[in-house]
């Protein structure tokens, strides 16, 4: 019986979540946003899994030297356009410069239509020369490419990209290869769109390949590493000990500030020293959307919901829920039934296991979901804060498809984005407003509204 092809929506899915994951643990695109005029090489050698692994990385000073920074995010869009595009088996496939920088929560402007061609041009002349370093098929392979292998475009008079323009890419067989047999990872490209700084989306682009990977199924709760080994795998150029520590201080700082890292800890001095990761709260798997629309649905807000869903399964969620209805069926009053809620779906300490939580413990309840409240209130605000424009509008957007479904048109989604982007919109006060008539029945009335708004 013939296995049957995957539905467009499954395919849009996975294209969101998955990395390849070689590239991601072996750092083959740098880390740093920028790189020294003329760096056009590297050769490194560091433990990997256990075993000596020898990289090399050729390209040409007259495309901006070897593979770095921006390059991270165009090169992980290129793995969705081509699960987007069917998992073609040569891998080729035809996109557009606005798709890439829509995907990477970037915007649409004259700069960043020249950044990506510069990125796309860095891909496809840079090669790669990995010994005994790629895993395939189950064993240790030495192999040379290009993560691009061939690129072809339409453009300006000028030479340029931009948002007429059409890409035919094909990415290098190896890559395809171990897209096609699985070996990758999950990757919240929601997350990794809302930092700040390239550097921090680099740096957790690795992290996480380091922390989720095929060989290791449970979640790496620390990780410890060689400073030096850890500066040749994030390819930073120059390797004194206290340069690299600034180079990656950035980067440190804003993921535990995201709660990604709980604590970043250096044992030891100069080059004998180990970076010691924890990883925090936020650095949960990839959240399963029925899990966020079932949070959404009980009235938390979209961040909450997606933070909670991301670190917890869908089942835990579910159970959870069960839970905290029956509790609230059998008359409880909670003070804050959001807190009450989150309360119920963090709890690890079993006082939840009957229906109704003792007398004497009422008044220490009802603290507990003030705090909870509250802490979900500023958790989101936070995370509202910290959020380039980008990714406000992305996040919106999915609000957007998450509440209103069929009722909106490709054509109303468009006009959404648009209107954001341009200022018209503010993302903040769009989610507040689906919120708001999500809680009084009033959806289709807004969709109605919103239209009459662009008539008139």
């Known amino acids: ?81 081509y699960f987007n595009a069917g998992s073609p088996e040569d891998g080729t496939f035809t996109a557009t410069p606005y798709q890439i920088l829509k995907l990477m929560g970037l915007d649409t402007s004259g700069y960043y239509y020249q950044a990506l061609k510069e990125s796309l041009m860095r891909l496809t002349t840079a090669t790669y020369v990995l010994s005994e370093a790629w895993r395939a098929d189950g064993r240790w392979q030495s192999v040379t490419f290009r993560y691009i292998e061939k690129l072809e475009y339409t453009s300006s008079a000028e030479g340029k990209l931009d948002r007429a323009s059409v890409l035919r890419i094909t990415l290098a067989k190896e890559i395809v290869r171990s897209l096609k047999q699985n070996y990758v990872k999950p990757i919240d490209i929601e997350f990794m769109a809302s930092l700040r700084r390239p550097l921090s989306r680099a740096l957790y682009r690795l992290l996480d390949a380091q922390r989720f990977s095929p060989e290791n199924p449970a979640p790496l709760t620390r990780f410890e590493v060689n400073l030096m080994e850890w500066a040749a795998a994030c390819k930073i150029v120059h390797k004194r000990p206290d340069k690299v520590r600034r180079t990656l201080e950035p980067a440190h700082e ?125 958790e989101a605000e936070r995370e509202w804060q910290n959020m380039p424009k980008e990714a406000q509008v992305r996040r919106a957007v999915q609000v957007a498809q998450l509440l209103l479904r069929s009722r909106l048109s490709v054509g109303d989604l468009e006009d959404l984005t648009r209107l954001m982007e341009e200022g018209v919109l503010e993302p903040r006060r769009l989610v507040e407003e689906l919120k708001e008539a999500a809680a009084q029945g009033a959806l289709e009335e807004w969709v109605q509204s919103f239209r009459r708004g662009l008539e008139g």
């Not at 643990?25 to 740093?32: C, M």
């Not at 009980?298 to 089942?315: D, I, M, N, Q, V």
């Open 254 to 378: 804003e993921l535990m500030e995201r709660r990604y890292l709980q604590s970043v800890e250096y044992i030891g001095r100069g080059q004998n020293q180990t970076i010691v990761y924890v990883f925090g709260e936020e650095a949960g798997g990839v959240p399963d959307m029925e899990a966020v629309e079932l949070l959404m649905a009980e009235g938390l807000s979209f961040t909450s919901a997606y933070s909670l869903a991301r670190r917890y399964p869908l089942a835990h969620i579910k159970d959870r829920l069960e839970r905290y209805r029956s509790i609230l069926a059998s008359g409880y009053k909670p003070k804050n039934r959001l807190g009450f809620l989150v309360d119920v779906i963090r709890d690890e300490s079993g006082k939840y296991a009957r229906a109704l939580p003792p007398t004497s413990a009422r008044r220490v309840q009802a603290k507990v979901e003030e705090e909870e409240a509250r802490r979900i209130e500023e």
């Open 1 to 81: 019986m013939a296995a049957s092809r995957p539905s467009k929506k499954d395919v849009l899915a996975r294209a969101q979540h998955l990395d390849e994951a070689n590239v991601a643990r072996l750092g083959l695109i740098s880390i740093q946003e920028r790189i020294p005029e003329g760096y056009a090489s590297w050769e490194e050698e560091f433990e990997f899994l256990g075993k000596p692994v020898k990289l090399a990385c050729y390209a040409s000073e007259k495309v901006g030297g070897v593979p770095h920074g921006l390059d991270n995010e165009v090169s992980l869009a290129l793995i969705a356009l």
